[in-house]
C-alpha cells in the first residue's frame, strides 16, 4: 500500500477556497486515491475518489497529475464547518482489494471566521 | 445510501471488566468488516479485518486474545474488548465493505473509557 504524505495542518477562511496536497510517490497501476473528512468523535466520511486528471462532485474537486504521484483536494468556499482532518489515502480497488484502509496523520483545516 | 451503526455509541465500564461493541451494515451485505481504533489527536489505526464465517485477521501488534472478533452473519460484527485496562480507553470505529461493489463505508465510532 503507498506510503501518503500530507501537510499537518492548514488554516484558511471563510469563503475561501482551500487546496490540499497529497503525496503518493509509490503509487501502483491499480490504485486509486481517496478522499476522507473527519469531524471529532464521528468516523470517516468518503468524499471524493480519483484515479487521474480531475474528478468534481458536490463538495470537492479532486486534481490528479498525470504522473498520479500526487493528488489535490479542493473545497471551494469553505465555512467554518468545514473545519475537520483530512485524510488522504490510496486505495487498490476491484476484486482483489483486500479493503484494508491505512491512513496517515491527515491534515487539520481550520476555517476561521 | 449505505449506512453502518454502531452500538454503543458510548460506554464506560471498570477496569477488568469485557466490553462488547456491535457494527451493523444496515442496508447491504458486507462480508469483510474492518476495526480501528483511535486516540486523541492521532489517527485511525487499523486493528482487524473481520470475514463472516472465518476467523479475524489482527494487525500486527494487536493482542487476538484482548480484543475478540465475531463477524457472525453478513450484517453484524462485533469487537469483545477482555479485562479492559484504563490504557484500552479509546474511540473504536468499524467500517463494512459491501460484498459486490467493494465499496467501504465507516460507522459512528464508539467512545470507550475504561475507569
Known amino acids: 500500500l503507498a506510503k501518503t504524505t500530507q501537510p499537518i495542518s492548514m488554516d484558511s477562511y471563510e469563503g475561501q477556497e482551500v487546496n490540499i496536497t497529497c503525496s503518493h510517490n509509490n503509487i501502483a497501476t491499480n490504485d486509486y486515491i481517496t478522499w476522507y473528512q473527519q469531524f471529532p468523535s464521528q468516523g470517516p466520511r468518503f468524499i471524493i475518489q480519483?484515479?487521474?486528471t480531475k474528478v468534481t462532485n458536490e463538495v470537492a474537486s479532486l486534481f490528479i497529475p498525470a504522473d498520479r504521484k500526487s493528488s489535490t483536494l479542493s473545497l471551494p468556499r469553505v465555512s467554518l464547518s468545514d473545519t475537520a482532518v483530512y485524510y488522504c489515502?490510496?486505495?487498490?480497488?476491484?476484486?482483489?482489494?483486500?479493503?484494508?484502509?491505512?491512513f496517515g496523520q491527515g491534515t487539520t483545516l481550520q476555517v476561521k471566521p | 445510501g449505505a449506512v453502518v451503526s454502531q452500538h454503543p455509541s458510548r460506554v464506560i465500564c471498570k477496569s477488568g471488566t469485557s466490553v462488547k461493541i456491535e457494527c451493523r451494515s444496515l442496508d447491504f451485505q458486507a462480508t469483510t468488516m474492518f476495526w480501528y481504533r483511535q486516540f486523541p489527536k492521532q489517527s485511525l489505526m487499523l486493528m482487524a479485518t473481520s470475514n463472516e464465517g472465518s476467523k479475524a485477521t489482527y494487525e500486527q501488534g494487536v493482542e487476538k486474545d484482548k480484543f475478540l472478533i465475531n463477524h457472525a452473519s453478513l450484517t453484524l460484527s462485533t469487537l469483545t474488548v477482555t479485562s479492559a485496562h484504563p490504557e484500552d480507553s479509546s474511540f473504536y470505529i468499524c467500517s463494512a465493505r459491501e460484498s459486490v461493489s467493494y465499496e467501504q463505508y465507516f460507522g459512528p465510532g464508539t467512545r470507550l473509557t475504561v475507569t
Open positions: 489515502l490510496v486505495v487498490q480497488r476491484g476484486s482483489s482489494n483486500t479493503g484494508k484502509l491505512i
Open positions: 480519483g484515479y487521474k
